[in-house]
């Protein structure tokens, strides 16, 4: 695209939007598995859930990061509510209940509760902080 020419709008669709949103959530979770199949096979489960606690803020903030600079259909609350519900979701009705065949997960706070708050915090905090980068009169990936 050339300097000049005026940018045409974007209109995402609802299934697009919802491929690329989910599409996202579903590398930070892929992420945060790999880090626990990982480190359960090189250290116990509470090094593992240590590391798992570290990385997963750390990984939401490079996804969200990448979404929000390339495509942004959401607002920063509804893609922090996006990815954590996916996490939570997958970790309900895979790990759980199909690998582990246990809910014995959701009673750790350092398993499951620390790192779902803390995906949230580093998504929305991404998200808002690339939205005051930007600036009120800049071009929004929304606009596009």
């Known amino acids: 695209m050339t300097p000049t020419r005026a940018r045409q709008p974007l209109t995402a669709t609802r299934g697009r939007v919802l491929t690329v949103l989910l599409g996202h959530a579903f590398v930070g979770w892929g992420l945060c598995d790999l880090t626990m199949v990982v480190g359960m096979a090189v250290a116990s489960l509470e ?15 490079v996804v969200s990061w990448n979404y929000f600079k390339r495509f942004g259909y959401t607002t920063p609350l509804q893609t922090a509510i996006a990815f954590v519900s996916f996490v939570i979701v997958v970790d309900f009705f895979l790990v759980a209940l199909v690998i582990e065949r246990s809910l014995e997960m959701f009673t750790s706070p350092l398993g499951t509760w620390i790192p779902f708050i803390l995906i949230f915090g580093s998504t929305y905090l991404t998200g808002r902080e690339l939205e005051r980068r930007r600036g009120p009169a800049a071009e929004h990936p929304r606009d596009r």
């Open 47 to 61: 090094t593992a859930l240590v590391v798992h606690a570290i990385g997963a803020p750390i990984f939401f903030a």
